[in-house]
């Protein structure tokens, strides 16, 4: 018996732009509480500096978007038989969205592991170190990211829904998945 889990990329881009302000709050809120609001010093700033700062940041992203694609890949195909030939990566053009899908069902802890990587690696640890450190440059890459990651954070959450033993097959076209069984 099959169960589809899924939400259009198009819904799920919008819920992404919801999550923007309280991922903001949760992430902001720990790094002015410890080292006050002048760590956002933007009187500071150069034009010439802001160009360079720009210019390194759309590096930082268009690296991140590849890293981001990979840390899936790397979080599944050590559970796969085929390993890499059950890997996909692709963008879907229309809304702009690189993607990374594996072609063999997984058991929901594997799953989850390829889920939550770039989330963990590029969003919420990237934060944390810039809460620790002081830096407002990394604290944005590491909120930029975990924004990034918010058809990952839909994703994750729908994965409650799995219980232990299930297979679950990666949807190949919609973001989400399909529970291939029942048993246990």
């Known amino acids: ?20 302000l309280p991922i903001g709050v949760i992430l902001l809120a720990p790094l002015l509480l410890v080292h006050g609001i002048s760590i956002i010093n933007l009187q500071e700033l150069s034009a010439s500096s802001v160009v360079f700062g720009a210019l390194k940041f759309a590096i930082a992203v268009s690296l991140g978007v590849f890293a981001h694609e990979l840390l899936h890949a790397l979080g ?8 890499w030939r059950s890997i996909r990566f692709g963008i ?13 069902p997984l058991k929901r802890i ?3 592991i ?41 994703a994750i959450w729908m ?14 076209t919609e973001l989400g998945f399909i529970i291939l069984d029942k048993s246990n």
């Open 92 to 104: 879907k053009w229309e809304y702009l969205t690189p993607y990374c899908h594996c072609k063999e």
């Open 159 to 172: 994965l409650r829904k799995v219980k232990k033993g299930q297979l679950i097959q990666d949807h190949p």
């Open 1 to 20: 018996m099959k169960t589809e889990y899924t939400i259009s990329i198009g819904r799920a881009n919008f819920i992404a732009l919801l999550l923007i």
């Open 114 to 154: 390829g889920a939550v990587l770039p989330l963990l690696v590029l969003g919420l640890l990237p934060a944390a170190y810039a809460i620790l450190k002081g830096s407002f440059l990394i604290w944005f890459f590491g909120f930029f990211f975990t924004i990034a990651a918010g058809g990952d954070i839909i």
């Open 76 to 83: 599944w195909v050590f559970f796969t038989k085929n390993f």
């Open 110 to 112: 594997p799953f989850l």
